[in-house]
């Protein structure tokens, strides 16, 4: 039985894609400040800020995930807030390589979560992996997070890079907050709502993490739905989602700048992203539709 160790694991997206792995017949392991040996999934303690790990936990393990990031919606962004994002992504991946240079266990395949925010804000325009990075805070932090799972490619451990789209699941994440003003019959787009929303629903994330680590896959991958949507067409399909009559509204651009200050960029960009990669690599998308993903996540 092949080992997975994941960075991450205990979160939202850790644990969906743990008890996916362990369907798949692995091993699964997770690194946490708590250590807890007896858990489904056994936790190991690491330490970001004082960059230590428990040898142990790299015994015998075949990949390793690291999905390791503070929220970038928890809070406001203060300077101090930012460079927590920053430092919680970059020292856990410089940890992981201190370790793999280190020590006797190096994983077959490193798999690293980023994000579109790489991409910034960039209107209608179709963006392949081969795209620049955009400008400003979310580019920033994903750059930094890129680079930094470069250093464990430079090892000569093949590396996996997943740009992660808003994950749709109904009690976490994006959707839930978008679902809140359904209780009063409203749904809300933001500013003009055309800005594009690149989605995927939580089954094909974890998907393509499963899928990588079956086929090896190698380089970075945009982890979308191959169809994305303009924000107000997603606050327009919900209501209909969820089987009732809704009123959709937008909050005003200087409210969000009020209320949100520079994070309003997470639902003011607009990132048009491209699965065409990843679907030329033989994964096959089971929510390729919006209506489809909806349906099933609330239906």
Request: glycine fraction near 10%.
């Amino acid at each position: 039985m092949e080992v997975v160790l994941i960075g991450g694991g205990t979160g939202f997206i850790g644990m969906h894609l743990s008890r996916r792995l362990q369907r798949d017949g692995y091993e699964v392991r997770h690194l946490s400040r708590t250590p807890d040996p007896k858990a489904t999934f056994p936790a190991y303690h690491w330490d970001i800020k004082a960059q230590t790990i428990d040898a142990s936990a790299l015994e015998g393990v075949d990949y390793v995930i690291n999905l390791t990031g503070a929220g970038i919606a928890d809070e406001r962004w203060s300077e101090e807030r930012k460079q927590v994002i920053i430092k919680s992504r970059t020292e856990s991946t410089r940890l992981l390589a201190r370790c793999f240079a280190e020590g006797k266990h190096r994983p077959k395949r490193y798999l690293s979560a980023s994000a579109i925010g790489y991409y910034g804000d960039r209107g209608g325009n179709w963006l392949t992996e081969e795209a620049e990075p955009g400008t400003g805070f979310l580019s920033k932090s994903c750059i930094l997070w890129e680079e930094a799972a470069e250093e464990i490619s430079r090892l000569g451990i093949p590396t996996f890079i997943n740009r992660t789209g808003i994950v749709l699941h109904p009690e976490e994440g994006a959707l839930e907050k978008m679902l809140i003003p359904l209780k009063v019959w409203t749904s809300t787009y933001f500013g003009d709502g055309q800005q594009y929303y690149s989605w995927i629903h939580i089954e094909d994330l974890v998907g393509i993490y499963a899928y990588a680590l079956e086929h090896q896959l190698e380089g970075t991958y945009n982890g979308c739905a191959p169809n994305p949507v303009r924000n107000k067409q997603f606050a327009q399909a919900l209501g209909p989602a969820l089987g009732q009559k809704a009123i959709v509204m937008p909050a005003p651009v200087p409210a969000l700048q009020l209320a949100l200050g520079e994070m309003s960029h997470t639902v003011l960009d607009s990132a048009r992203c491209s699965a065409e990669k990843i679907e030329a690599a033989g994964y096959r998308f089971a929510y390729p539709e919006l209506s489809q993903a909806l349906e099933q996540l609330l239906g």
